[in-house]
């Protein structure tokens, strides 16, 4: 199965500052990686597919990118509304893996 | 609008079996393929497996090749997650999730608590 190693597992962060959150394939995946945001009590909702396609609605600050294996997360100027948690799935092989997650929080 | 609606919350004791139902709206529910994923308490998200709504099929992740049945009710745009013989870990809350090529839309999730 591919893992996925992702980092930070936490992250304080400050309103309108810079905020990027790592995933690390464990093998090639190509562009098959989704980014998904989780508020409290809410299910996930899909963010980022193939990468770097941002999904219906959600705002430009948020932005994917791939280098490698290595998939980052952006969120270029950091809302309220965006604390949660975060998490990154590959979709290039079944079973399908999702990283740790990373919990969002303000400072 | 698309919709995937689960059923209530759920409490058991150990040894129990249950049966969660995501009901999918909006959209021709054989046209995407159900998938699973749990997540327990204050934990990330643990995938599960997927069910082929065209062939009924399932497949199970290796951690959920016990106890754990995918099944349909294609006629009511319905899929079930069926646990036999309860375990204390089996508390979390489980998802259903329409799949096109990602988790494109997500159920509301269903608690499950498990405990004597």
């Known amino acids: 199965d591919i893992q996925m190693t992702q980092s930070p597992a936490s992250l304080s962060a400050s309103l309108e500052e810079i905020v990027t959150i790592t995933c690390q394939a464990s093998q090639d995946i190509g562009n098959w990686l989704a980014w998904y945001q989780q508020k409290p009590g809410k299910s996930p909702q899909l963010l980022i597919y193939?990468?770097?396609s941002l999904a219906d609605g959600v705002p430009s600050r948020f932005s994917g990118s791939r280098s490698g294996t290595q998939y980052s997360l952006k969120i270029s100027r950091l809302q309220v509304e965006d604390i949660g948690s975060y998490y990154c799935?590959?979709?290039?092989?079944?079973?399908?893996?999702f990283g740790g997650g990373t919990k969002l929080e303000l400072k | 609008q698309i919709q995937l609606v689960q059923s209530g919350p759920e409490l058991k004791k150990p040894g129990e079996s249950l049966k969660i139902s995501c009901k999918a709206s909006?959209?021709?529910?054989?046209?995407?393929?159900m998938q699973w994923v749990k997540q327990a308490p204050g934990k990330g998200l643990q995938y599960m497996g997927w069910i082929n709504t065209q062939t009924g099929k399932p497949t199970y992740a290796d951690d959920f090749k016990e106890r754990f049945v995918f099944s349909l009710e294609t006629s009511a745009s319905t899929a079930y997650l069926q646990i036999n013989n309860l375990k204390n870990e089996d508390t979390a809350t489980y998802f259903c999730a329409r799949y096109d090529y990602y988790f494109d839309y997500w159920g509301q999730g269903v608690m499950v608590t498990v405990s004597s």
């Open positions: 909006g959209y021709t529910f054989t046209d995407y393929a």
């Open positions: 193939d990468a770097t």
């Open positions: 799935q590959q979709a290039h092989s079944n079973p399908w893996t």
